[in-house]
């Protein structure tokens, strides 16, 4: 046979096994330790300790260790110890594939995905492959490593037990038989003073978010001393088989309730893309608002950007269907000017009219014409009315000529942060924001990433303050003596 048939046939040969041969994504699922489930097919390798799994989801093989994979559907009779991951755990879906795992920096740097029993990350194929990453379980309660009692006469609080690894051991300041006179939220709740608190309440103190901050007032004999500590797994205490949401839930309404927020207190802005963040509201008008982003300085945002302005971190109750509609239908005689804006009071009442400026004491507002001066600090919200035909922009676009992998970080109270990421650092995120140019996301408290197709999939009603839409109010109907013959 001449070599120019030789190659003819090899050619011929290839193409028919490259027909034949199954794809990664027409395989069944590969299923792993942990209720875990890869859709690829598993590849040839001399090394018995490990399983190379080719996925349409990934660039390249994922390289599991053996004990992850269950051979031939069989579950192990219980599950092998594996090595801890570089990152928050969460899990990734994508079709059939469900993955434990973290995002990590692959080895060229861009981000990519560690699975559970994997030896190494791995990038994913496609910047618009739809996929998700729910962070879930009790790791949303985190606690500072710190048990409180009352002791003595006095019934102060001490320290009673500094659990081992925890925030408190690793920070070092603090020990048994220390007291603690104060507890206070983040960087801006009020320091709650324990000397007439409930036991119940000064554990619920202590809890909180995972990546959230706490502040106790150590009694010292200068003073009292405060100690900032971040909550995370290692220093909670046991749930006594509560449910983590419950505890969540119950500690965030102890802590609003005793500790609230002093001023200042930060504001969040939500644009109409879905993406929100908390900063210094500087001033605003109808045309731009200004805000401090700490260290990076201030940032201008286009009026027409920003959907609404929380000026209190407090809840407020749903309004009522009727009164919202009332708010949202414009008559005739002003729908050549319609209003641009509703303000929340803090007790509770709305207006509707136009935003004319806003400093650091004063919002002003014009109401049916005139032009009436609110304490900022009685003001909860401003919403920014939208015309029936105005369609916020898809959040995937705008990640899409900015390199990078497109993903939205989802927080545990809703809000979402846009990014293109093209890094990691620590348990950040790292990339360009489409609002802000370079930016960290801390993926601490997150409760969900979405990537790729899975951004677009978010409904728009979903997203906040998406029912306040103007509408014209209905044409009168045409009197008896008006209608034709």
Known sequence: MIPGACRGVWTCLVIIVGLTS??????????????????????????????????????????????????????????PQLSGL??????????????????????DGQVGWQPLGATRPVAFAEKNTAASI???????????????????????????????????????????????????????????DLAMAKAESVRLLLVGPVGSMVRLGVVREAGTEEIV???????????AGAAAKDVLDRALAVQQTLGGHSIPRPATVHLITGESFTCELLGADERTVRVGLGDRGE???????????????????????????????????????PPTHVVRMVGGDYLRGRLIGIDAETVRFEVAGDIKSFPRRDLARIIRLMETDEAPPRL??????????????????????????????????????????????????????????????????????????????PSAKASAGERSP
């Open 396 to 473: 995937r676009a705008a990640l899409a000529d900015r390199g990078g992998l497109p993903l939205v970080v989802v927080g545990g109270d809703g809000r979402r942060q846009a990014v293109a990421a093209t890094g990691m650092r620590a348990d950040s995120v790292v990339g360009e924001s489409p609002g802000f140019g370079l930016t960290t996301i801390p993926l601490t408290g997150a409760a969900k990433v979405l990537l790729g197709e899975a951004i677009d999939e978010v409904l728009a009603a979903e997203l906040p303050y998406a029912q306040w839409v103007l509408r014209p109010s």
């Open 229 to 239: 500590l971040v909550r995370d797994l290692q220093g909670r205490d046991d749930l």
């Open 299 to 337: 940032l201008r945002i286009p009026g027409d950007s920003v959907r609404a302005l929380e000026l209190t971190s407090a809840g407020v109750r749903p309004i009522l269907k009727q009164k919202l509609t009332r708010l949202l239908t414009v008559p005739r005689t002003q729908q050549a000017s």
């Open 22 to 79: 199954p794809a990664a994504g027409d395989s069944p699922p590969i299923d792993l330790v942990h209720d875990g489930r890869l859709t690829g097919r598993i590849l040839e390798t001399d090394d018995p300790a490990v399983v190379r799994v080719a996925a349409d989801l990934f660039a390249e093989p994922v390289e599991f260790v053996a004990a992850a994979v269950l051979q031939d559907g069989e579950a192990a009779d219980e599950p």
């Open 86 to 107: 570089p990152g928050r755990v969460g899990l990734l879906t994508s079709g059939e594939t469900r993955l434990l795992g973290c995002l990590a920096a692959c080895a």
């Open 134 to 192: 729910d962070y879930l379980g009790l790791d949303v309660v985190g606690g500072p490593g710190v048990t409180l009692t009352r002791q003595g006469r006095s019934g102060d609080w001490t320290v009673v037990d500094v659990i081992t690894d925890g925030p408190t051991a690793r920070d070092g300041r603090l020990y048994v038989d220390d007291r603690v006179a104060t507890i206070a939220e983040g960087a801006f709740g009020r320091p709650v």
